[in-house]
């Protein structure tokens, strides 16, 4: 871990108290966020990935810049050579399921398994993120009449995207000023059909950085095979077109591991090329307990194509239903972990894939519970059915980012 983690408010504040347990909305909103500490460093700000380029069938010899006759002072590059951004990745693998001989893990608080986050002293740090605009004056929903209605709103679009909305719509688009929500990232994924083939671009979701180069997402934002070749490109805190840190910070995956065999171990972990993670810092993760359900203590950051296309958009105090097991996984150091199915009321759309589910905790930590995978429909007997938000987690989303940070340095 860096050296420059910080003590934060929070932490002082209820030290004596620490129990591993989320913090009430309404305690944070009485909490004012905390301004950066430590000036980052400029040459932070550019990272190795974003100087790479693909070139192709050119001497590179040639490579150098020319004064341009456009404008005095600028430069440019000599004609006919085709340079574009990007870093292929190198390994990606879809791991065994456990033998399921596992039993769930004990859900006691203080013995949960957990992965601590990191929070430098170069980052503000973000108990109440700062709306980007107005989110339209929607009329204001009571819980007593949103728990009486439990309507739910689904819109499909040709493309086969989809929105799921609890009564009214809780998300709002924000500014990502500092920690945690800086660590939340947009990225794409691009496939080659053949050998020096074109890039093509897939599709587009979001995920999280866990470590200094360790990013989770879901496991279904995977590149799809058959492919020559793929791309993963990461993108922290994008806003209105590239990073909040500047143009030049972005990074690519090198490696990535993965499962989807069901909602609860629909998670991917990816090595990234950059150690990002020094500079934005990046999210602790632990194993819900089912004591917190109803607690509407969670929050969800993301890129949903509704709404979150060029802004993030984050919703608060977002409560857990129910949570089910899911299916074990196997990590490569043989371990097996259970999985979680942690369903929720969180507002959602495709793009959000990948979305952390999240909340500040009494011992100054911030730990995400949860990959957002999507929905999840339980059937009721005889003849209902309910449809909620679903998040990926249990034990095995500690212990992978737990590996990925031992073994990905």
Known sequence: MPGNTRTNRLAVSLARQAAYNPVPRSLLMTLANEPATEQLAR???VTRAARTVLARDIDRAKIALQRSELREGLFELPSGLELLPGLPGRSGERLPL???ERKEATREVGTAERADGFIPATEAVIYNPLPAFASGGKPFVSRRERALRRRLVR???ASDNHVTIFGGDDRINIYPSGYPERCVCRIEVYTQEYNDGPWIFRKRGTGFIAGERIMMTSGHMRPDQPYA?????VVPGYYDGSSVYGAGFYTFASDYRYWDSDTGNDMMVCRLYDPIGATTGYFGAITYQSRWEDWNVWSMCGYPYDRGESRPTYQGGIPVRDDDDGDDIRLPDGGEWDTA??????DEASGASGSPLYSWFDNGQLYAIGVHHGTETDYIFPFSSETLSAAAGGPGLPAIINWA???WP
Not at 229 to 233: A, N, P, Q, S
Not at 341 to 346: R, T
């Open 341 to 346: 199915q942690i369903e929720n009321e969180a």
């Open 155 to 157: 819109a499909s679009a």
């Open 43 to 45: 040459e932070a700000l």
């Open 98 to 100: 456990g033998s399921g």
């Open 229 to 233: 070749g793929w791309m993963i490109k």
């Open 405 to 407: 940070r031992a073994n």
